[in-house]
């Protein structure tokens, strides 16, 4: 049952890699363009009330599949510009570092963050939630969430905070070297659905890969995000309606 359900969830759909720096219809995370009215401030936000698989969920009721097949991490390049597109902080990665899921590979694009967690784990959310957003040569995403937990001081984090723009005025060459390797916890278990963009326009056929192990971040460098973002950006969980979630 697990190669069925993850194979015909890799071929779900199409959605395009979020744009760094994009314009389009403005949207947020409170009042009048908060998350419950994305659908009505555009036409291609539709799907964002529509949809049946939306991102985030609440992680529960998992089915166990024996032998799920491990993760493939190729991290080797590094992040080569930073952005504050006005809705989170995002790290773009130089071509080269993969994903790998049951044999089927994925380019890793960029890291973006969220304050608290979209996705909640048994209704247990999370100080932060990092994303790390992959596509394959058809144009599928994979998503891989990481959660962080308040804790000590992540050394990578902070290299990135270091960095961080205080403005959403477009992108900024990152000085030095970081991979997505070093934001990744040492234990690779994690759980498996098929979802959406957390973001407008919500295009569904994202594959989701939440890792079951959070890595520890500050309360100083979750508040320091929280700060510079100046809001939570964080979408309330979706209803999962017929999805299953394989661990």
């Known amino acids: 049952m697990k190669s069925a359900l993850i194979g015909a969830a890799l071929l779900a759909g199409v959605a395009a890699v979020p744009s760094a720096w994009a314009e389009g219809p403005h949207w947020g995370y409170e009042g ?32 166990h599949a024996t032998g799920l097949p491990k993760l493939g991490f190729d991290y080797k390049t590094p992040v080569v510009s930073v952005v504050n597109n006005g809705h989170t902080i995002q790290a773009n990665f130089a071509p080269g570092s993969t994903l790998t899921l049951g044999g089927h590979a994925y380019e890793l694009k ?6 608290p967690s979209e996705n909640q ?3 247990k959310q ?3 939630e990092g994303h790390l957003v992959h596509q394959d040569k058809a144009g599928r995403l994979a ?10 001081t992540q050394s990578a984090l902070a290299s990135l905070w270091k960095q961080m723009p205080e403005q959403a005025d477009g992108e900024h060459a990152f000085d030095g070297r970081l991979t997505a390797a070093q934001l990744l916890p040492k ?13 407008p326009p919500c295009s569904e056929g994202v594959s989701w890969i939440v890792l079951k192990q959070p890595v520890e ?3 100083a460098q979750v508040e320091q995000f929280a700060r510079v973002v100046r809001h939570p950006n964080n979408r309330p969980v979706q209803p999962r309606n017929a999805r299953i979630v394989i661990n």
């Open 110 to 115: 960029q890291m973006h963050f969220h304050v």
């Open 187 to 199: 234990k690779r278990d994690y759980y498996y659905f098929s979802g959406s963009l957390t973001t």
């Open 32 to 63: 009048e363009i908060a998350a419950e009215h994305w659908a009505e401030l555009a036409p291609e936000f539709a799907t964002c009330a529509a949809g049946q698989n939306q991102s985030p969920i609440d992680i529960s009721g998992e089915v």
């Open 217 to 219: 971040g500050s309360k």
């Open 121 to 123: 784990i048994h209704g």
């Open 143 to 152: 998503v891989v969430a990481v959660m962080f937990r308040e804790g000590r």
């Open 126 to 128: 999370f100080a932060m």
